[in-house]
C-alpha cells in the first residue's frame, strides 16, 4: 500500500517507479513531511505535484449607505435566508469578571507614555553579551577577583575541617545520591549542589558570628530605573538565590582607584544597537527603583545572587548571555540599593558592592560588582566596576557508568577531576564582609 498523501499524481514514468515512489515518500506527512499544505518545488515529476497553501479568507466588508438601512432578523429572533445578520452592541456586564477582562488600548492607559522605555527581565538575552551589558551600566570590567579575597580563602582559620572531603561528598550527593533516576536533570542536580555548598560555608558560624547576621531570599521581585544617552531603561523581575546581611560589604577598591576610572574608554559595538533585543514597552512607571523588600526588612543589603544556568526551560542562555545576564542584575541591585540610600545624588558618597555566583552545576562563574556612581547618562567621567572570574570548572566528570572507549576505561566511574581552588573561591565571597 502506498501512503495517502491526498494529492493527484501524473508522472511521464510508470507508476512502480523507484524514483517516483521515493519521492512520494519524501513529501508524505506519515513519513515526516509537512502536515499543512505548503508551496514545495519536486524536480523530474509532473506539476501536479505542486500545491499551494489554503489562503485566510478575507471577512465580508460592511457596506453602510446613509439613508438605508439593512433588513436583518434580528426582531424575529432566529436566522432566516435572505435578510441581514444583526449588529448588537457590545453587553457589559455590570460586575467586574476578572477572568474576562479586558484591557484597553495603550494610548488610553494611565501610565502610557510616548518616549519608549527598554527594558530588562530574567529571560532577555543580549546579542553582544557581557560587552553590551557593560555599556548599558557604565561599567569597566577586570580580569580575575580581587586579591583580598584570595587572602581570605588561603587563611586556615577561615577553612572548614576536612573541607575537600566534604565538598566531594555534596557533589556526589547533588550528582548520585539525591536522585531515584540514573541521570539526574541539570536542573535538579545544580540546585541541590548550591545548597549543599551553601550549607558548608555556614558551618564557619561558630567562629565567624557575623554570618549569623545573614539570610537567604528566593522570588523576590527587583526594579531599576536609570537613563543612558537617550534611552530610557529599566530592570524588572525576579532573578536568582539572594544572600542579604545586615551590614554592607564593604567597598573592594578605593578612592583613587575609583578616580582612575574615569580615564578608561567602553568598548563600543558599532553598528549594533545598545538597545537590541531589549523590550520597547510604553506603559510604565517614571523612576521606579525597589530592591523588593519594605523599608523596615532588617536585612536590606544584598550581599551575593546565585544563579543557576540551565534551569529554565522556556529559556536557555548561552554562556556569554548567562554572564550578561549577572552583570545586569548585580547592577540593578546595587542601583536600586543606592537610590534608596542617597536619592539623585549621583557621586555615592560610599560605594555599594554586590557579589555574583553563577553555576551549572559543574561551571562556575564568579563576579564582584562596585557601583561608584549613578550618573550614567554619558560615557566621561567615573565608571562602575566588575571583577569577573569566567569559567571555573569545580570538577571534571561525575559518571554513574564509567566511559568505555576502544575496550578502555576512558573515564571512571565516580567523580573525577574535583579541584580545590574553586571551593575556596567560593568560600572566599562567602566570608567577605564577615571576617
Not at 514514468?13 to 513531511?33: D, E, M, Q
Not at 536542573?187 to 551553601?198: A, G, H, Q, V, W
Not at 541591585?333 to 555566583?357: D, E, S, W
Request: hydrophobic content about 35%; proline content about 7%.
Amino acid at each position: 500500500m502506498f501512503p495517502q498523501t491526498g494529492r493527484c499524481f501524473k508522472t511521464t514514468t510508470p507508476l512502480f517507479s523507484p524514483s517516483v515512489f521515493v519521492k512520494n515518500l519524501r513529501c508524505s506527512s506519515a513519513y515526516g513531511g509537512a502536515s499543512r499544505p505548503q508551496a514545495r518545488r519536486h524536480f523530474g515529476v509532473s506539476r501536479c505535484l505542486t500545491a499551494k497553501a489554503a489562503s485566510a479568507r478575507k471577512p465580508r466588508e460592511r457596506v453602510e449607505i446613509p439613508g438605508l438601512e439593512m433588513v436583518t432578523y434580528g426582531e424575529r429572533m432566529h436566522y432566516v435566508p435572505g435578510l441581514a445578520k444583526p449588529v448588537n452592541p457590545r453587553w457589559e456586564r455590570d460586575y467586574k469578571d476578572p477572568g474576562r477582562h479586558r484591557s484597553p488600548p495603550i494610548h488610553e492607559m494611565l501610565l502610557y507614555k510616548e518616549k519608549p522605555c527598554y527594558t530588562y527581565n530574567q529571560r532577555t538575552s543580549l546579542l553582544e553579551g557581557t560587552r553590551q551589558a557593560l555599556w548599558l551600566t557604565k561599567t569597566k570590567l577586570i580580569s580575575g577577583l580581587p586579591p583580598r579575597l584570595f587572602s581570605l580563602a588561603e587563611s586556615p582559620a577561615n577553612q572548614i575541617p576536612d573541607q575537600d572531603e566534604r565538598v566531594q561528598n555534596a557533589i556526589k550527593n547533588a550528582r548520585f545520591w539525591d536522585t531515584t533516576v540514573e541521570r539526574p536533570g541539570k536542573e535538579k542536580y545544580s540546585n541541590t549542589l548550591l545548597i549543599n555548598l551553601l550549607h558548608l560555608c555556614a558551618t564557619l558560624q561558630s567562629s565567624h558570628p557575623a554570618i549569623g547576621r545573614r539570610i537567604l531570599a528566593e522570588k523576590y521581585s527587583l526594579a531599576a530605573t536609570w537613563e543612558r544617552e537617550e534611552y530610557l531603561l529599566q530592570i524588572r523581575g525576579q532573578n536568582g538565590l539572594l544572600l542579604n546581611c545586615m551590614d554592607p560589604i564593604p567597598e573592594v577598591s578605593g578612592k583613587q582607584e575609583v578616580a582612575d576610572t574615569a580615564d578608561h574608554v567602553l568598548e563600543t559595538f558599532y553598528p549594533v544597537s545598545p538597545t537590541i533585543d531589549l523590550q520597547q514597552v510604553h506603559v510604565y512607571k517614571e523612576e521606579v527603583n525597589c530592591i523588593g523588600f519594605s523599608d523596615d526588612y532588617p536585612y536590606p543589603h544584598a550581599h551575593t545572587l546565585y544563579f543557576l544556568d540551565g534551569v529554565d526551560t522556556h529559556c536557555k542562555l548561552r554562556p556569554e548571555q548567562f554572564r550578561a545576564k549577572m552583570v545586569m542584575f548585580l547592577f540593578g541591585n546595587a542601583l536600586a540599593r543606592a537610590h534608596k540610600l542617597y536619592g539623585p545624588q549621583p557621586i555615592l558618597n560610599r560605594p555599594i558592592t554586590v557579589q555574583g555566583v553563577g553555576t551549572n552545576g559543574r561551571i562556575f562563574q564568579f563576579m564582584v560588582f562596585q557601583l561608584n556612581t549613578t550618573d550614567l547618562s554619558g560615557d566621561d567621567g567615573i565608571k562602575n566596576q566588575i571583577w569577573l572570574d569566567k569559567d571555573v570548572e569545580l570538577y571534571e566528570f561525575a559518571k554513574v557508568r564509567p566511559l568505555i572507549k576502544k575496550k578502555q576505561v576512558t573515564v571512571p566511574a565516580g567523580l573525577a577531576g574535583y579541584k580545590s581552588e574553586t571551593f575556596s573561591k567560593f568560600l572566599a565571597l562567602y566570608l567577605h564582609g564577615a571576617v
